[in-house]
């Protein structure tokens, strides 16, 4: 009798046990902790006075800007983080609202065989104003992240 007792006893602690892993396992799922969803998608924090999209495809980094503010502004350079990128300079007017695609080489990384590759990059985004009094140069500072594409 008392062997069949702590065999019960066993039984019931491991149950229990077993059972709290998969329930933690379940709402981790659930929560989309496991998902890959979440570093799939091409995210844009930060920047100020812009609205931004951007992607990484296989080497180049191409944004989109959207002139939030109330006056006309001109892009003068889009500096990337990515190592060896060449920041070359930029000239685009804008009025407001509206957008522009920016394409730069070497800006991001490359798909390397068909593994997902992320990245995160900090960008700056420098411009001037028609305004005389004031006319910069301003910065808006942001961060890019996502996975890597091997095309559009």
Same mark, same amino acid.
């Given at each position: 009798?008392?062997?069949?007792?702590?065999?019960?006893?066993?039984?019931?602690?491991?149950?229990?046990?077993?059972?709290?892993?998969?329930?933690?396992?379940?709402?981790?799922?659930?929560?989309?902790?496991?998902? #890959?969803?979440?570093?799939?998608?091409? @995210?844009?924090? /930060?920047? &100020?006075?812009?609205?931004? %999209?951007? !992607?990484? +495809?296989?080497?180049?980094?191409?944004?989109?800007?959207?002139?939030?503010?109330?006056?006309?502004?001109?892009?003068?350079?889009?500096?990337?983080?990515?190592?060896?990128?060449?920041?070359?300079?930029?000239?685009?007017?804008?009025?407001?609202?509206?957008?522009?695609?920016? #394409?730069?080489?070497?800006?991001?990384? @490359?798909?390397? /065989?068909? &593994?997902?590759?992320?990245? %995160?990059? !900090?960008? +700056?985004?420098?411009?001037?104003?028609?305004?005389?009094?004031?006319?910069?140069?301003?910065?808006?500072?942001?961060?890019?992240?996502?996975?890597?594409?091997?095309?559009?």
């Amino acid at each position: 009798m008392r062997n069949a007792q702590s065999a019960i006893e066993y039984l019931t602690v491991y149950g229990l046990a077993i059972t709290v892993v998969v329930i933690v396992v379940t709402l981790l799922f659930y929560l989309g902790f496991f998902s #890959s969803a979440s570093i799939t998608q091409d @995210t844009v924090t /930060g920047f &100020s006075g812009f609205g931004v %999209s951007q !992607s990484c +495809i296989n080497g180049t980094l191409n944004t989109t800007l959207t002139n939030e503010q109330s006056f006309a502004i001109e892009v003068t350079r889009i500096n990337s983080s990515y190592p060896g990128a060449p920041n070359p300079s930029q000239s685009a007017v804008m009025q407001p609202d509206q957008s522009q695609l920016f #394409s730069l080489l070497d800006s991001c990384p @490359t798909m390397v /065989g068909s &593994s997902q590759k992320t990245y %995160s990059l !900090s960008v +700056i985004i420098t411009y001037i104003t028609g305004n005389s009094l004031n006319p910069g140069p301003f910065f808006s500072n942001g961060t890019f992240a996502g996975v890597v594409a091997s095309h559009h």
